[in-house]
């Protein structure tokens, strides 16, 4: 138990020293206005990221669960279509590696047009959609979203500061077909896109990052028994972001 504690000591002092040291983040702040990783180039809003975060670009560190994970496992096997698009950067990562045009939806409407701006920057070949993707017939819902679109949240909430994204079903996507590949930083809504992956018959490969401050225990592991049962394999995690892959039975 004394060295589990030492070590999660240890986790949060790296964190707080490297991914969110307010000290560097002010610093990039002031003096860049965009974030740089292997040539590729991001612009940043300001007024939406908090200055701690900017710590990460400096370091390097952004994403980094999903940038790995990624890193390792895309290649030109994957069409892939990205759930929660953010800046671009993992947007980005997927289409370069994959070398092939990839379908992006962002439900802030905020962060859309910097989203569209750092895939053509970047000379991404892309479908953006400022909606919410659904794989059947659903009630729109609330999401809870602020002046940190990093915090954008799929889930639900009673409070004030909310939007209702208009959905698109996967199947009134005539851009669609190819698609075999699910990337999800959805703050939440994992659960709701792979318990529903048993709809989407030519998914092969799913790339997810698991927010377990937003779910519930059980929520989690229905998580994962729906993607066993749907013949889903774990082939690598990083942190909390997973890939797995569809195996033939």
Same mark, same amino acid.
């Given at each position: 138990?004394?060295?589990?504690?030492?070590?999660?000591?240890?986790?949060?002092?790296?964190?707080?020293?490297?991914?969110?040291?307010?000290?560097?983040?002010?610093?990039?702040?002031?003096?860049?206005?965009?974030?740089?990783?292997?040539?590729?180039?991001?612009?940043?809003?300001?007024?939406?990221?908090?200055?701690?975060?900017?710590?990460?670009?400096?370091?390097?560190?952004?994403?980094?669960?999903?940038?790995?994970?990624?890193?390792?496992?895309?290649?030109?096997?994957?069409?892939?279509?990205?759930?929660?698009?953010?800046?671009?950067?993992?947007?980005?990562?997927?289409?370069?590696?994959?070398?092939?045009?990839?379908?992006?939806?962002?439900?802030?409407?905020?962060?859309?047009?910097?989203?569209?701006?750092?895939?053509?920057?970047?000379?991404? =070949?892309? $479908?953006?959609?400022? *909606? !919410?993707?659904? +794989? /059947?017939?659903?009630? #729109?819902?609330?999401?809870? @979203?602020?002046?940190?679109?990093?915090?954008?949240?799929?889930?639900?909430?009673?409070?004030?500061?909310?939007?209702?994204?208009?959905?698109?079903?996967?199947?009134?996507?005539?851009?669609?077909?190819?698609?075999?590949?699910?990337?999800?930083?959805?703050?939440?809504?994992?659960?709701?896109?792979?318990?529903?992956?048993?709809?989407?018959?030519?998914?092969?490969?799913?790339?997810?990052?698991?927010?377990?401050?937003?779910?519930?225990?059980?929520?989690?592991? =229905?998580? $994962?028994?729906?993607? *066993? !049962?749907?013949? +889903? /394999?774990?082939?690598? #995690?990083?942190?909390?972001? @997973?890939?797995?892959?569809?195996?033939?039975?």
């Amino acid at each position: 138990m004394v060295f589990k504690s030492r070590f999660y000591f240890l986790v949060l002092v790296i964190y707080y020293l490297v991914h969110r040291n307010i000290l560097v983040g002010w610093l990039y702040k002031k003096f860049f206005d965009h974030f740089f990783y292997k040539g590729y180039k991001f612009r940043l809003i300001k007024s939406y990221i908090p200055t701690s975060n900017y710590s990460s670009f400096f370091f390097k560190t952004y994403e980094i669960n999903d940038r790995v994970i990624i890193e390792r496992n895309i290649s030109n096997n994957n069409k892939a279509i990205i759930i929660g698009g953010g800046i671009g950067f993992i947007a980005t990562l997927v289409y370069k590696i994959s070398k092939k045009k990839i379908l992006v939806f962002e439900i802030n409407p905020k962060i859309v047009k910097c989203l569209k701006a750092n895939l053509k920057i970047n000379r991404c =070949k892309f $479908f953006l959609y400022n *909606k !919410k993707l659904v +794989f /059947k017939k659903e009630e #729109k819902k609330k999401y809870f @979203f602020n002046n940190n679109f990093l915090e954008t949240s799929y889930k639900l909430t009673n409070t004030k500061n909310y939007l209702v994204p208009n959905n698109i079903n996967i199947k009134n996507i005539k851009k669609f077909k190819g698609f075999n590949t699910l990337v999800i930083d959805a703050e939440g809504d994992e659960l709701e896109y792979i318990k529903n992956i048993s709809l989407v018959k030519n998914m092969k490969y799913i790339f997810f990052e698991l927010h377990y401050n937003l779910l519930t225990n059980s929520q989690i592991l =229905k998580i $994962f028994s729906t993607l *066993k !049962k749907n013949q +889903f /394999k774990l082939k690598d #995690k990083y942190f909390n972001s @997973f890939y797995f892959e569809k195996v033939k039975k």
